[in-house]
């Protein structure tokens, strides 16, 4: 099974911008895998932010968006809020189904 | 509106076997496959499998294959994880998700002790 990774935490300043990537072991990421993005907070379930690569859901704030960058599938943050602090995770898919990341925890300080 | 409501946490033990509920509403049902995700106490999420919800078609991550049997009933909207063999590293919130990742459950808390 393909292995999905994630920088496992990253920090920003208030107001900031960052990007998180989500490479693959079987090579680059493409469109073809339809990467989504997640924002989860503790104690809560998973919200997801961005799907097939680059698209908002109505509920994701414009300050998120996604794209392929160097290989590997990105989520940029420009302007980062303190309740942006959260882990944030990625999802691939593959022949044999899907796979997540191991997530990266954003803290915004 | 769109509503994923899962069953109640479940305490079992080492061996025992354990099915969690997930009764949709707002949406047609028969046209979203249904997806199931684990996400153990501090860790990443892990997808288990998806149904067809108007086919019973599945299929399984290899981790998970031969431990987990997802099922549907049409005539309550409802689909159902199933997870044999248990093992206290099994011990994670499930969570039942609409295909398009759009829509999540609430979470059901298996806790697998002696």
């Known amino acids: 099974q393909a292995v999905v990774t994630q920088e496992p935490s990253v920090t920003v300043s208030p107001g900031g911008t960052v990007t998180l990537t989500c490479g693959s072991s079987?090579?680059?990421?493409?469109?073809?895998?339809?990467p989504y993005w997640f924002q989860q907070k503790p104690g809560q379930a998973p919200r997801t932010l961005i799907y097939d690569t680059s698209t908002k859901h109505s509920w994701t704030p414009a300050r998120f968006s996604g794209s392929l960058l160097g290989g590997k599938a990105a989520l940029t943050l420009s302007g980062a809020q303190p309740e942006d602090e959260a882990e944030y995770s990625c999802l691939l898919s593959y022949s044999s189904g899907w796979v997540f990341g191991g997530g990266t925890k954003l803290t915004v300080l | 509106q769109v509503q994923l409501v899962q069953s109640g946490a479940e305490v079992k033990k080492p061996g025992a076997s354990v099915k969690v509920s997930c009764k949709a509403s707002?949406?047609?049902?028969?046209?979203?496959?249904m997806h199931w995700v684990r996400q153990a106490p501090g860790q990443g999420l892990e997808w288990m499998g998806i149904i067809n919800p108007s086919g019973d078609g599945t299929s399984y991550a290899q981790k998970f294959q031969g431990r987990v049997t997802l099922t549907r009933d049409t005539s309550t909207s409802t689909v159902y994880m199933e997870l044999s063999s248990l093992r206290s590293d099994d011990t994670a919130v499930f969570y039942c998700?609409?295909?398009?990742?759009?829509?999540w459950g609430q979470g059901t808390l298996v806790t697998v002790s002696s």
């Open positions: 998700v609409r295909d398009g990742f759009d829509f």
């Open positions: 707002g949406y047609t049902f028969n046209s979203y496959y």
């Open positions: 079987t090579g680059a990421v493409t469109s073809g895998h339809y």
